[in-house]
T-cell receptor, first 115, second 112 residues
Framework: NAGVMQNPRHLVRRRGQEARLRCSPM?????VYWYRQLPEEGLKFMVY????????ESGMPKERFSAEFPKEGPSILRIQQVVRGDSAAYFC?????????????FGEGSRLTVL | TQLLEQSPQFLSIQEGENLTVYCNSS?????LQWYRQEPGEGPVLLVT?????EVKKLKRLTFQFGDARKDSSLHITAAQPGDTGLYLC????????????FGGGTRLMVKP
């Protein structure tokens, strides 16, 4: 399966711990997007990355959240000192190029629960 | 900030009925997409509409993009229990590239 791969699928953290979510884009895709989904809601854009570059992080909270997409390896969304409000499903999507038709392919998500 | 409003939020119907889901905005989008999401999974792309007034059909699903490219609708004919899920519309552009703006979703339940 050459789809977007996310891990872990489920992650439980206590308040104050760190959460690291990983995303491997589809083969041949160099653009990665992170979205957050709260229960019963739509997806909210967080950050858009291309290899080694952050293109747009306008949806990312200013504190505790960071993202990277290194030259080698998966993209990582890092949440430091997690709080209960961070509990959500985090989805990664990828595309081959930046186009106005905006077709994205999503992974199955990482569900973070903060106790 | 571009906003997309979906209606209705929840819809529960009997098998065989028809339904329409609406996606509205005051912003113009270069394209609009419809996704379907099952519980515990990621959104799966159903269709992309690009041209104002465009109509696309996917079996029993009909998608329409408004003439002004600000709104869209999804019509399902003779709904089946397998259609149950969360339907999401998402708009791209005109300047945002691939940063999609998602609607809040319509949760559809089709009872046998």
């Amino acid at each position: 399966n050459a789809g977007v791969m996310q891990n872990p699928r489920h992650l439980v953290r206590r308040r104050g711990q760190e959460a690291r979510l990983r995303c491997s884009p589809m083969k041949g895709h160099s653009h990665v997007y992170w979205y957050r989904q709260l229960p019963e809601e739509g997806l909210k854009f967080m950050v858009y990355l291309q290899k080694e570059n952050i293109i747009d992080e306008s949806g990312m909270p200013k504190e505790r959240f960071s993202a990277e997409f290194p030259k080698e390896g998966p993209s990582i969304l890092r949440i430091q000192q997690v709080v209960r409000g961070d509990s959500a499903a985090y989805f990664c999507a990828s595309s081959a190029q930046r186009t106005d038709t905006g077709e994205l392919f999503f992974g199955e998500g990482s569900r973070l629960t903060v106790l | 900030t571009q906003l997309l409003e979906q209606s209705p939020q929840f819809l529960s119907i009997q098998e065989g009925e028809n339904l329409t889901v609406y996606c509205n905005s005051s912003s113009v989008f270069s394209s609009l997409q419809w996704y379907r999401q099952e519980p515990g999974e990621g959104p799966v792309l159903l269709v992309t509409v690009v041209t104002g007034g465009e109509v696309k059909k996917l079996k029993r699903l009909t998608f329409q993009f408004g003439d002004a490219r600000k709104d869209s609708s999804l019509h399902i004919t003779a709904a089946q229990p397998g259609d149950t899920g969360l339907y999401l519309c998402a708009g791209a552009g005109p300047y945002a590239g691939n940063m999609l703006t998602f609607g809040g979703g319509t949760r559809l339940m089709v009872k046998p």
